[in-house]
């Protein structure tokens, strides 16, 4: 039964670059409708891990296996759209690259139609859907990429770095969204650099800086040993009134 649960396996995984190794050894399963953070220092090789769970890059040694649709959200720093193009439209192409016959002619059905403007209401950016992209502000760019990664409703959701620029109310709102689709059984992995926000919902938390340093639940987790082997510096916690655990200090660049 238990592995009828499984949506991400991922086994002995080694990815590399030209040689220079970005991730390897990392061992992980996440299950269905769990809510996991991945965490790490810049370079630690988070969005080569998101990257090839999505099946974007291969691996060098080891295999990713995925069960059911992968939805991805892409870290903003590299989405570039040089090309004017409208919020419909980025989230148009979201539904696009996911049909089996892709032309670049075709036509969204009614449905497809309807799923774009549900996914863009769930982050409360329908009233944008006629504007330039690129004429967004940083975060409001950021709500249209994760409304394209979840137009089509995905099983496994992959978001990069999903609250970075982004008002904290609104960071509420897409929490609870995020919540909310994981108890409808959607897995959902996000890279974070700041975990507290999500604390309360996460099942699982990820330490990685080249190997997995440590995966479970936030409190076995989030020791100072562990976060030393991270981050170079141990990260303190505390335990809020609820009896979670809190990194006290989130943001770590540099
Ligand atoms: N396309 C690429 N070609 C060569 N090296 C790369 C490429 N992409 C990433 N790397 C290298 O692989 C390592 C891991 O990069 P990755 O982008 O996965 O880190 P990250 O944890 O997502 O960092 P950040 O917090 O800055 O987003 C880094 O040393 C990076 O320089
Ligand atoms: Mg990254």
């Known amino acids: 039964m238990e592995a009828l649960m499984e949506a991400v396996v991922i086994k002995d995984l080694c990815c590399t670059y030209d040689g220079f190794v970005a991730i390897d050894r990392v061992n992980m399963i996440v299950n269905k409708g769990e ?78 139609k309807e799923l774009v403007n549900n996914a863009l209401k769930a982050v409360d950016m329908l009233k944008f859907v006629e504007r330039n992209f690129t004429e967004l502000s940083g975060g409001q760019q950021q709500r249209v990429l994760l409304a394209r990664a979840i137009a089509t409703k995905p099983d496994i959701l992959l978001l990069d770095e999903p609250f970075n620029g982004v008002d904290l109310p609104t960071q509420e709102k897409i929490i609870k969204l995020l919540d909310n689709l994981a108890s409808e059984g959607v897995s959902v992995i996000t890279v974070v650099h700041n975990v507290s926000p999500l604390i309360h919902h996460v099942s699982r938390i990820a330490l990685l800086n080249r190997e997995l340093i440590a995966y479970g639940k936030p409190e076995e987790v989030l020791t100072p040993e562990n976060t030393a082997k991270t981050y170079g510096i141990p990260i303190p916690t505390t335990v809020c009134k609820e009896g979670y655990i809190h990194p006290l200090f989130g943001d770590i660049h540099g």
């Open 35 to 112: 809510f996991v953070a991945i965490m790490g220092p810049n370079g630690g090789g988070k969005t080569t891990l998101l990257r090839a769970i999505a099946g974007m890059i291969k691996p060098q040694r080891g295999y990713v296996k995925v069960k059911g649709e992968i939805g991805y959200m892409p870290q903003k720093e590299h989405v570039n759209f040089e090309i004017p193009i409208k919020v419909r439209e980025v989230v148009e192409m979201g539904i696009m690259s996911k049909k089996k016959k892709f032309s670049l002619f075709s036509k969204l059905s009614r449905e497809e």
